[in-house]
């Protein structure tokens, strides 16, 4: 069964430090997708991660993928405010059309 | 625009009476799917659906019904509602499954007393 470990669950950082969320999973994938989700609004899809060593950027997050160590993560460079949200990674299992989601990571950036 | 629309945004109701919650997309997407989102949970699929006529259990079906007959429409029916299905709610759609980009209704707040 596939099951995915999200942490650390809670995070508040100070604006202009880096932080790394961590995502791990138990079988095999071929396919992550990282979210956001804004209080109170529905999930924006961020990164989907799709081979081993893949590494997409978008302004201040860096995600990565390492599938031989069933790992995921979600670097934040010099955070700001609009940061603060919800982030999930969510994770497909190899050829096969079965999905789990990790548990959240709630950040706060704080002045 | 390309949306998944879902109503009601908020519902509070009472233990044992039915309700539906409404799930339409206009993207001619043939995969749907229902999750339920609680806290340090993540969000659990409930129901999906690959097409129309065409529906599975997730990993939470209990207490849940869905079906499929038109390709843009997949409501969430609560039989008999309890307060433990208490939850917020997303429909999401994709073009063929969980291997396309997965696009998410605005979410239902469902309280059941």
Known sequence: ELKVEQNPLFLSMQEGKNYTIYCNYSTTSDRLYWYRQDPGKSLESLFVLLSNGAVKQEGRLMASLDTKARLSTLHITAAVHDLSATYFCAVVLYNNNDMRFGAGTRLTVKP | ?113
């Open chain 2, 1 to 113: 625009e390309a949306q998944v629309t879902q109503n009601p945004r908020y519902l509070i109701t009472v233990t044992g009476k039915k309700l539906t919650v409404t799930c339409s997309q206009n993207m001619n997407h043939e995969y749907m799917s229902w999750y339920r989102q609680d806290p340090g949970l993540g969000l659990r699929q409930i129901y999906y659906s690959m097409n129309v006529e065409v529906t599975d259990k997730g990993d939470v079906p209990e207490g849940y019904k869905v079906s499929r007959k038109e390709k843009r429409n997949f409501p969430l029916i609560l039989e008999s509602p309890s307060p433990n299905q208490t939850s917020l709610y997303f429909c999401a759609s994709s073009l063929t499954g969980v291997r396309e980009k997965l696009f998410f209704g605005s979410g239902t707040q469902l309280s059941v007393l």
